[in-house]
């Protein structure tokens, strides 16, 4: 959280001193703006003082007034002028540094959630990286039982095979009829490649 804050008061901070190039606005804080005000006030405050304020004038009746009280009114109100320009440069940098404060926050936020969706996707790749090596070591497995049962049948047919010609040597060997030796030899045959 600290560092989140000090990303944005550096943001922050690089606002400022990039709209602080204007030599006016380090000195005075105004923006172009606020100067375009303090300026308008500026003029209005000089029509003033070179035309007649002996007077002040409302509606239909008029107040006579020193004109040393004259200058001083207007120099207060030039006074108030310039403070309010520079209130409300103030207040529209203060919105736009609230601004980007609040966009930092969006794209931080954003940020976050993209992490925790590439971290999401990480876990389901991980997953069905691990479920396809199941999968494959259950197909290995299935493979290789199939492969026992064919080697077990192989030597089974092999156990019947020997077991045959066992049988027809005994025979040959107890009883060396002509029948016991034509089916030895067939036997032969067959096993002979």
Not at 17 to 32: A, I, N, P, T
Not at 118 to 127: M, S
Not at 148 to 169: F, H, P, S
């Amino acid at each position: 959280m600290a560092l989140e804050v000090a990303d944005i008061d550096q943001s922050a901070q690089a606002l400022f001193e990039q709209e602080s190039k204007d030599r006016l606005r380090r000195l005075f804080g105004f923006d172009k703006q606020a100067l375009i005000q303090a300026s308008s006030g500026l003029v209005i405050g000089f029509i003033a003082l070179y035309s007649s304020y002996d007077h002040v004038q409302f509606f239909n009746s008029s107040i006579k007034i020193n004109q040393q009280w004259g200058v001083w009114l207007i120099a207060a109100s030039l006074a108030l002028v310039f403070i309010d320009a520079q209130l409300a440069a103030r207040s529209r940098l203060r919105t736009a540094l609230e601004a980007n404060r609040e966009r930092n926050r969006t794209n931080q936020e954003r940020n976050r959630t993209d992490q925790e969706r590439y971290r999401a996707d990480q876990e389901r790749y991980r997953a069905d990286q691990e479920r396809n090596r199941t999968d494959q070591e259950r197909n290995q497995a299935a493979e290789a039982r199939e492969c026992q049962a064919e080697a077990t049948e192989l030597q089974r047919q092999g156990i019947a095979v020997l077991r045959g010609a066992a049988l027809l040597n005994a025979r040959y060997q107890l009883d060396p009829s002509e029948l016991n030796r034509s089916r030895l030899k067939a036997f032969l045959a067959l096993l002979a490649p």
